[in-house]
């Protein structure tokens, strides 16, 4: 059975739900989630959404942070065109009912924090809980829009391109879905199809997202012949809690932002050490201090604290954070928290331009799982959300336009052939593969790196890459296995951009080559599949 709509989403998140929302009134809505829809990185979300709102702040201002968080790798125009749009998005989503908090001494104004990176308050927030309440407002109007048909426990298999049928003209078609709890693989056909699956971070070991981060959206649309940009490029989030138990909870970085330090296991402060903005300093910078006190002291984490402050506003600025540090026995009231760096953000991604738009005709890409030119070589805090509240805005715009300059002539899929494949007996090896993957990703291709350590990932990746691969092609495709099958691709293309840029910059550090090169332009790593299909070990750098 084949399911046809005007518009094929794949993933529920904030980009995927805003898009659909917008298209929704007018065209058909076919909306893929690997999971429920709360299982996405945005629901986790905790700081707030970037942009200026404050009577003191100025959209130059933005614009000049984010530049500067950047690395000189940031696209002006991109930046200009995201931060110019952050107020009408914010405003969308008030109209859609999200009740972001109010300032205590100014009841009629919103409350704006400050966060790293940020020369003012400019990043309003739901509490500590952001993601969630865009999570929750956007899926309510999902679910209840007669126009917009959901399908949860649902993983997209591949794209389906003109080029893979034999067709003249190569665009996207739509895609394959693993059913999850069917256990069976559907054709999606659509006229536009928008991947907004997230980013990569399930790669590492440790990390702060959700386990559907699997870099799905970027390993079909490189597997569909797109490029990819600055994959080296991924943020470790400094501060996570450290227990056995929490899975890599996130502690939002607003706390540092409202005056919690960050110490050594005697107490001491370090931060000042590193950089003159102290806890204020990049994510990069934070994150680089944090693993270089924790080797130089053999230490298994360091402490975040900010018991300085009235227990009251912390319950009331904090309760998610504070409700779960207490939980694992933390008071974050009257005690420090133990925190270590995670694998949080991918900057790089799929590459687009300023309507979300990829380089396969019919193919979409928005938020975490894209590179448009906004966060350079370090994503300054808060922006996440904002890309993908603009971004979404655009593409549905662009997609408006295209349907109304006529649709393509509808194309006949054909089904997903599994007649030459059998049941896996050894799902151990997936399962093998999976955790050495993470694990070599994490010791060789992590916070500091070096050209021995990514020559060692670059071997094994092959090797492992070379498994899946013909694993994929004798047996059933399962979820775990699709998801291995794009973390491993995905890991190849981050070491293999890790290895073509010869300086440090931002969040690629390298022991190697310690220092930026300004002898020479800043220049953007672009891979490119060698040719329009794409291959798992196949790929060129373009110039």
């Given at each position: 059975?084949?399911?046809?709509?005007?518009?094929?989403?794949?993933?529920?998140?904030?980009?995927?739900?805003?898009?659909?929302?917008?298209?929704?009134?007018?065209?058909?809505?076919?909306l893929?989630?690997?999971?429920?829809?709360?299982?996405?990185?945005?629901?986790?979300?905790?700081?707030?959404?970037?942009?200026?709102?404050?009577?003191?702040d100025?959209?130059?201002?933005?614009?000049?942070?984010?530049?500067?968080?950047?690395?000189?790798?940031?696209?002006?125009?991109?930046?200009?065109?995201?931060?110019?749009?952050?107020?009408?998005?914010?405003?969308w989503?008030?109209?859609?009912?999200?009740?972001?908090?109010?300032?205590?001494?100014?009841?009629?104004?919103?409350?704006?924090?400050?966060?790293?990176?940020?020369?003012?308050?400019?990043?309003?927030?739901?509490?500590?809980?952001?993601?969630?309440?865009?999570?929750?407002?956007?899926?309510?109007?999902?679910r209840?829009?007669?126009?917009?048909?959901?399908?949860?426990n649902?993983?997209?298999?591949?794209?389906?391109t003109?080029?893979?049928l034999?067709?003249?003209?190569?665009?996207?078609?739509?895609?394959?879905?693993?059913?999850?709890?069917?256990?069976?693989?559907?054709?999606?056909?659509?006229?536009?199809?928008?991947?907004?699956?997230?980013?990569?971070?399930?790669?590492?070991?440790?990390?702060?997202?959700?386990?559907?981060?699997?870099?799905?959206?970027?390993?079909?649309a490189?597997?569909?012949?797109?490029?990819?940009?600055?994959?080296?490029?991924?943020?470790?989030?400094?501060?996570?809690?450290?227990?056995?138990?929490?899975?890599?909870?996130?502690?939002?970085?607003?706390?540092?932002?409202?005056?919690?330090?960050?110490?050594l296991?005697?107490?001491?402060?370090?931060m000042?050490?590193f950089?003159?903005?102290?806890?204020?300093?990049?994510?990069?910078?934070?994150?680089?201090?944090?693993?270089?006190?924790?080797?130089?002291?053999?230490?298994?984490?360091?402490?975040?604290?900010?018991?300085?402050?009235?227990?009251?506003?912390?319950?009331?600025?904090?309760?998610?954070?504070?409700?779960?540090?207490?939980d694992?026995?933390y008071?974050?009231?009257?005690?420090?928290?133990?925190v270590?760096?995670?694998?949080?953000?991918?900057?790089?991604?799929?590459?687009?331009?300023?309507?979300?738009?990829?380089?396969?005709d019919?193919?979409?890409?928005?938020?975490?799982?894209?590179?448009?030119?906004?966060?350079?070589?370090?994503?300054?805090?808060?922006?996440?959300?904002?890309?993908?509240?603009?971004?979404a805005?655009?593409?549905?715009?662009?997609i408006?336009?295209?349907?109304?300059?006529?649709?393509?002539?509808?194309?006949?899929?054909?089904?997903?052939?599994?007649?030459?494949?059998?049941?896996?007996?050894?799902?151990?090896?997936?399962?093998?593969?999976?955790?050495?993957?993470?694990?070599?990703m994490?010791?060789?291709?992590?916070?500091?790196?070096?050209?021995?350590?990514?020559?060692?990932?670059?071997?094994?990746?092959?090797?492992?890459?070379?498994?899946?691969?013909?694993?994929?092609?004798?047996?059933?495709?399962?979820?775990?296995?699709?998801?291995?099958?794009?973390?491993?691709?995905?890991?190849?293309?981050?070491?293999?951009?890790?290895?073509?840029?010869?300086?440090?910059?931002?969040?690629?550090?390298?022991?190697?080559?310690p220092?930026r090169?300004?002898?020479?332009?800043p220049?953007?790593?672009?891979?490119?599949?060698?040719?329009?299909?794409?291959?798992?070990?196949?790929?060129?750098?373009?110039?």
């Amino acid at each position: 059975m084949q399911i046809t709509s005007d518009v094929l989403v794949i993933g529920g998140g904030a980009a995927g739900l805003s898009l659909a929302l917008r298209l929704a009134d007018d065209y058909s809505v076919s909306l893929i989630a690997k999971g429920i829809l709360k299982e996405g990185s945005t629901f986790y979300a905790q700081g707030g959404v970037a942009a200026v709102l404050g009577p003191d702040d100025t959209l130059e201002s933005h614009i000049e942070d984010t530049l500067e968080a950047g690395g000189g790798l940031c696209d002006e125009q991109v930046v200009r065109f995201t931060v110019q749009h952050g107020a009408e998005n914010i405003q969308w989503l008030i109209d859609k009912g999200l009740a972001f908090t109010r300032d205590d001494k100014q009841p009629d104004e919103y409350h704006l924090t400050r966060e790293g990176g940020h020369s003012h308050r400019r990043v309003i927030h739901a509490t500590d809980a952001t993601g969630k309440a865009i999570e929750t407002t956007l899926e309510k109007e999902v679910r209840r829009h007669p126009n917009i048909a959901l399908y949860e426990n649902h993983i997209a298999v591949d794209l389906i391109t003109g080029a893979k049928l034999g067709l003249e003209h190569n665009r996207c078609l739509g895609a394959y879905v693993l059913d999850r709890a069917a256990d069976k693989v559907q054709g999606f056909r659509a006229n536009q199809t928008v991947l907004a699956t997230g980013g990569a971070s399930k790669v590492y070991l440790y990390t702060s997202n959700p386990d559907t981060s699997t870099g799905d959206g970027i390993a079909m649309a490189w597997r569909a012949g797109c490029r990819v940009a600055n994959m080296e490029f991924n943020q470790f989030h400094p501060t996570c809690l450290y227990h056995p138990h929490a899975k890599s909870f996130l502690i939002t970085e607003a706390i540092r932002g409202e005056g919690g330090k960050l110490k050594l296991p005697d107490g001491s402060t370090f931060m000042e050490r590193f950089d003159s903005r102290a806890e204020l300093a990049p994510r990069d910078i934070v994150a680089r201090a944090i693993d270089h006190e924790m080797k130089r002291l053999g230490a298994d984490c360091l402490y975040l604290d900010i018991s300085h402050k009235p227990a009251d506003f912390i319950r009331q600025h904090f309760p998610t954070v504070y409700q779960r540090c207490l939980d694992f026995g933390y008071d974050m009231a009257r005690e420090p928290i133990p925190v270590v760096p995670a694998a949080h953000y991918t900057c790089g991604g799929i590459m687009t331009d300023l309507n979300g738009k990829t380089d396969l005709d019919g193919l979409y890409a928005i938020g975490e799982t894209a590179f448009t030119g906004l966060h350079g070589a370090n994503r300054m805090a808060s922006n996440s959300l904002l890309e993908c509240l603009v971004f979404a805005q655009a593409a549905s715009q662009h997609i408006r336009q295209q349907k109304a300059e006529g649709e393509p002539q509808k194309v006949d899929i054909p089904d997903w052939d599994e007649s030459r494949v059998t049941d896996s007996d050894e799902e151990v090896v997936v399962t093998h593969n999976w955790d050495e993957l993470r694990r070599f990703m994490w010791d060789y291709v992590g916070i500091v790196r070096s050209n021995k350590r990514l020559q060692r990932a670059e071997h094994r990746v092959q090797l492992l890459l070379s498994e899946i691969d013909e694993y994929y092609g004798n047996f059933r495709v399962t979820n775990d296995l699709l998801e291995l099958r794009n973390l491993a691709l995905v890991s190849s293309l981050i070491i293999r951009s890790a290895m073509s840029r010869h300086e440090s910059r931002g969040l690629h550090y390298n022991i190697d080559y310690p220092e930026r090169n300004d002898s020479q332009p800043p220049h953007n790593t672009i891979l490119q599949p060698t040719h329009s299909i794409g291959a798992t070990s196949s790929m060129a750098l373009a110039e």
